[in-house]
């Protein structure tokens, strides 16, 4: 009698199969899991990014009894908030400044800032995570805020402290600084953001313009 049909070594087709299926299988895992582990180690630096940000930011306020106003805030060449941050860090992913949202005032008294976290089921920090979105627009899922701002809540940015106005929506009310003339300027969803960094949350861009540092041309 004739043996039944084998590949080699006496493996058939049939169990040839099962083993591809299973390695497939194992590949597919751990492709996940190491592209989990890529958005997680970005997470955590994008955090660590607001964190380090938000001390700085902190102690300027201490010095001048005010936040800061955009300019200090762009990540491009990063020098806004020195001495108090050598280098203010950029979107590990986008490479674009984190979007700072503060008081319609020339002295800020309360800010929030925000970025988007690539692991959506992250539990680290579930109080500063707005799984429906928060911030203008709702682009956002994360957020640092001065102590004194209340915090978004999920689908929405939440209330005003006292003496702030309303957040802005995106497309509507974004001025930023160009050839020294302080103009709307538009939302860039991929960003997510405006368009261009510095950006002002009031038509005068509060008297900035005409300064080399204010110039809303975007990241390079």
Known sequence: MKK????????????????????????????????????????ARRKGDLKTIQIAVEEYEKDHDCYPLPQSLVCSPGAGLMPYLSKIPCDPDTGEAYFYEHENSPCPSWYRLYSVLENKQ????????????????????????????????????????????????????FYGCRSGVCVPISWDPSRPGPECDPSYQNATCYGQCGKPETECDGQQ
């Open 4 to 43: 039944s049909a084998n590949l080699s070594d006496g493996l058939t087709l049939t169990e040839l199969l099962i083993v591809m299926s299973i390695i497939a299988f194992l590949a597919i895992v751990a492709l996940a899991s190491f592209r989990n582990q890529i958005f997680k180690g970005k997470d």
């Open 122 to 173: 992250d539990v680290d920090t579930a109080e500063l995570i707005c799984q429906n979105g928060c911030g203008p627009g709702l682009a956002f899922n994360y957020y640092a805020a001065s102590p004194n701002a209340t915090a978004p809540e999920n689908g929405g940015s939440g209330p005003t402290p006292a003496g702030a106005t309303t957040p802005p929506l995106p497309g509507s009310s």
